[in-house]
């Protein structure tokens, strides 16, 4: 009985079948050479260690000494080889694919409010109810993606690089109220322009390594300026070898605190919702007849970052998640196996024992840290604006944006508001990514009252094209739906009609019914006549094109349902009582 129970909450693991993609090497179950898995995970390895940076900003906002940051530092890089060990096993916790977990830029804002404001205890008490929380919502949290869709997450990460201007800006600069440093701005400067440089026109596969190639950069020129050297070295070497990964960070006792835990728990939820897309890509990576999304894997993946947010939220660190910036990695090299996952979580477990990694990662000049956060706060802005502008938008959505960024630029512009109210409220109400997203949130769910899912139009001719993109363009607007998708839709059924009314097999009028459901756009258009095929009726010879006008319209004929196949992710044909009905399916 309690395995039956298990097995419906956490279904095991079950390996899907798959047609390995011509541009990888090596897909999840496959095992590459151990020489070259090494090789691999080292380059994992090195990239996520160079994000622990922002591990240490949060450990020095929320005023850890630097023998504690230390520890907590360690701690932070055994959560993540834990959970990146955990996630590339095959288990009915973990999706079993090469998925590395880095610390989480979006929540820093709300772990260092709320440390601040309650102790780190408060913090851990929620990190600890959001991972238990995540963990049994991992099945759910994909179906109830259209709670946080992406023009919230794009508030969310809006608010969050604008939120992140000002200290970047501090450190890059070396301002303290009254003027500049030259050697801090020659540095910063530096790590940022060497991190564009590698962004934008290095080689793809040496893409994922801007981040360390501007830290190094940027080590170099302030040792040049007098800002790092010998001292700092001194006190790295001087570290032992090995050691056990705490320092002099005693963790805290975890406490319960309900006004910390809301703004915790929504940003970490968030965060496992964003997880989703970690595991549609590396799904998708790992099957060249990829149709759809598993939602096995995608719930896995969901369960294991909650049991890395658990393991954070038991040692005090901060919260982890999925890393792009891997997945990235694994595009450039083509080697996707869960092998290299294992390796890279045992590597980065490895290393928190070793103090001197720790050591130097707390070590790096602040202007070298500033340059990151601003580098960080750009693209945090601008891929907000693209998740933002992702989808289509109407009035309504354009309320839903524009007063959730209002109401968090005001936190930020005008923090004196939030200091008046109880000192319960004020982690949520003086938090600009909460208020922010919770504003957007409230007005995604009012403003989807009176919108229908589903939209029908009658066609009386061929000469309803035009309306019929109006119809659809309409019908995205209010669901939120995709551009390329609608665009896609829209040809597809133009094509249809085409096909339809040049073959002679459909009577005017027609019904078009669209339906969405976040996950997909259906479209079916119904009509009195014969069912039409969209399988190409012979292969095109092109001689015969030239001599018989049969051929040619019967090449055009295929091209319809060639383009119809093409534009649709599924299309079939059905009759439903005395009518036909064609039906295309877009994955949304």
Not at 236 to 247: C, D, I, R, W
């Amino acid at each position: 009985m309690s395995k039956r129970i298990l097995d419906a909450i956490f279904p095991p693991f079950s390996e899907p079948a798959r047609v390995k993609p011509r541009e990888m090497l090596y897909i999840a179950d496959e095992k590459p050479a151990v020489g070259m898995a090494i090789v691999v995970a080292a380059q994992h390895t090195i990239v996520v260690l160079t994000l622990v940076v922002f591990t240490v900003i949060l450990g020095k906002e929320v005023g850890l000494s630097e023998q504690e940051l230390m520890g907590f530092v360690a701690l932070e890089i055994v959560c993540m080889g834990l959970a990146t060990f955990l996630q590339s096993i095959p288990t009915r916790f973990s999706s079993g694919h090469l998925i590395v977990h880095n610390p989480s830029v979006i929540s820093i804002g709300s772990m260092a409010a709320v440390a601040g404001a309650y102790g780190m205890g408060a913090a851990m008490g929620a990190l600890l109810v959001s991972g238990v929380i995540i963990v049994f919502l991992s099945s759910l949290l994909p179906k109830i993606r259209s709670l946080f869709p992406p023009e919230v997450t794009g508030v969310l990460l809006v608010l969050l690089g604008l939120s992140m201007v000002e200290g970047g800006v501090r450190r890059f600069t070396g301002f303290d109220g009254n003027s500049m440093e030259m050697a801090s701005l020659l540095s910063a400067s530096t790590t940022l322009g060497v991190i564009i440089f590698m962004s934008v026109w290095a080689p793809s596969r040496f893409r994922v390594f801007a981040i360390f190639a501007g830290v190094v950069s940027g080590l170099l020129v302030a040792a040049l300026a007098g800002n790092f050297g010998a001292a700092e070295i001194a006190q790295v070497s001087k570290e032992p070898l090995f050691s056990l990964p705490f320092g002099k960070y005693d963790i805290p006792v975890p406490e319960l605190v309900l006004a910390a835990i809301i703004p915790i728990l929504l940003i970490e939820v968030i965060s496992a919702v964003d997880s989703v897309g970690t595991a549609v890509a590396i799904d998708k990576m790992n099957n060249a007849k990829w149709h759809r999304a598993d939602m096995g894997t995608v719930s896995r993946t969901v369960a294991c970052h909650g049991v890395g947010i658990l393991c954070v939220g038991a040692t005090g660190t901060h919260p982890i998640g999925t890393s792009s910036a891997n997945l990235g990695l694994v595009a450039a090299t083509g080697v996707a196996s869960r092998m290299v996952g294992t390796l890279t979580g045992i590597l980065l477990v490895g290393l928190a024992f070793m103090p001197q990694v720790s050591t130097f990662m707390t070590l790096i000049p602040k202007p070298v840290v500033g340059a990151i956060i601003v580098y960080t706060a750009a693209y945090m802005i601008v891929v907000g604006m693209e998740l933002i502008l992702s989808r289509m938008l109407n009035t309504r959505r354009m309320f839903m944006v524009g007063l959730g960024v209002t109401v968090g630029m005001t936190i930020l512009a005008l923090p004196e508001l939030g200091q008046n109210v109880s000192g319960n409220l004020q982690p949520i109400v003086g938090s600009a990514l909460t208020m922010g997203v919770v504003t957007a949130i409230v007005l995604n769910q009012i403003f989807r009252i009176g919108v229908s899912q589903t939209g029908t139009m009658e066609l009386g001719g061929i000469h309803a094209v035009k309306e019929l993109t109006e119809f659809l363009e309409e019908r995205g607007s209010d669901w939120g739906a995709r551009r390329d998708v609608m665009t896609r839709a829209g040809m597809a059924v133009g094509e249809a009609l085409e096909k339809l009314n040049g073959s002679g097999v459909a009577n005017w009028p027609m019904t078009l019914k669209a339906t969405f459901d976040e996950y997909k756009v259906i479209l079916e258009l119904a009509y009195d006549g014969e069912l039409v095929s969209l399988e190409p009726k012979q292969a095109i010879d092109l001689d015969a094109l030239l001599e018989d006008d049969d051929a040619l319209e019967n090449a055009v004929s295929n091209i319809s349902g060639v383009l119809i196949g093409q534009l649709a992710d599924k299309a079939s044909s059905e009759r439903r009582g005395d009518r036909s009905v064609l039906r295309l399916v877009f994955d949304h």
